[in-house]
Structure formats: structure tokens, C-alpha cells
């Protein structure tokens, strides 16, 4: 199934910004759900997850981030506040299992092709 994501762009630092996730024949309210970023000459890191009984945050987004699953619509969501330079990165949407409880990439079956997100004045 193809993930799509939507939503990147420039913001200026204090920003918000909202990322989306579809995949068609996928529906959310079945599966775990979680955002990735890579930031530039860094290795990518799991920033927050949503599955069945786990809702889980890095610690340098918490409070600021948060996600959320549409089971209507089937899309996911990550909203993000506050928006700082070092948030600057590529974000990705990966989708897995009910039961994903944390961020090894291995867990996850569909990824996106990910949105650049740029925090800068």
C-alpha cells in the first residue's frame, strides 16, 4: 500500500504546522501509526507513535507535538506547535501493527516517502 504524506513546508521558528499520512487499503483504525524524521547528516529518530493502548512522544516533542488518527477519514495527523529551528528535517509516516509499542524502524511495514518540514526566520 502507498503511504502518502502531506502537509511540509517553511515556517518560521514559534510556528505551527500540521503533517498528514493516507494509504489506500490501509485503515488506521486497525493499525499503529508513527512519525520519523531525519534531519541532516543525523540518523532517523521516531518522534511520536499511536497505537492500541500507546501514545508515545520523543522527548524533545513533548508538549509541542502531538498525533492523532482520523478513523473516519483515515488519515493521521502530526501537529506540531512551537516549532523550532532544530525541528528542521524530513518526516516520515510509518504504519505497523496494532500492538507497535516503540520506534524500532523494523516494526513498521508501510512508510512514506516524507515532507520536508524547514523551521527558519
Known amino acids: 500500500s502507498q503511504v502518502v504524506e502531506s502537509g511540509g513546508g517553511l515556517v518560521q521558528p514559534g510556528g505551527s504546522l500540521t503533517l498528514s499520512c493516507t494509504a489506500a487499503?490501509?485503515?488506521?483504525?486497525?493499525?499503529?501509526v508513527a512519525w520519523f524524521r531525519q534531519a541532516p547528516g543525523k540518523e532517523r529518530e521516531g518522534v511520536a507513535l499511536?497505537?492500541?493502548?500507546?501514545?508515545v512522544y520523543a522527548d524533545s516533542v513533548k508538549g509541542r507535538f502531538t498525533i492523532d488518527k482520523d478513523k473516519g477519514e483515515n488519515m493521521a495527523y502530526l501537529i506540531m506547535k512551537n516549532l523550532k529551528p532544530e525541528d528542521t528535517a524530513v518526516y516520515y509516516c510509518?504504519?505497523?501493527?496494532?500492538?507497535?509499542?516503540?520506534?524500532?524502524?523494523?516494526?513498521?511495514?508501510?512508510w512514506g516517502q516524507g515532507q520536508q518540514v524547514t523551521v527558519s526566520s
Open positions: 499511536i497505537s492500541t493502548g500507546s501514545l
Open positions: 510509518a504504519i505497523g501493527p496494532s500492538w507497535v509499542r516503540d520506534f524500532r524502524e523494523n516494526g513498521y511495514d508501510y
Open positions: 487499503g490501509l485503515f488506521f483504525e486497525y493499525y499503529g
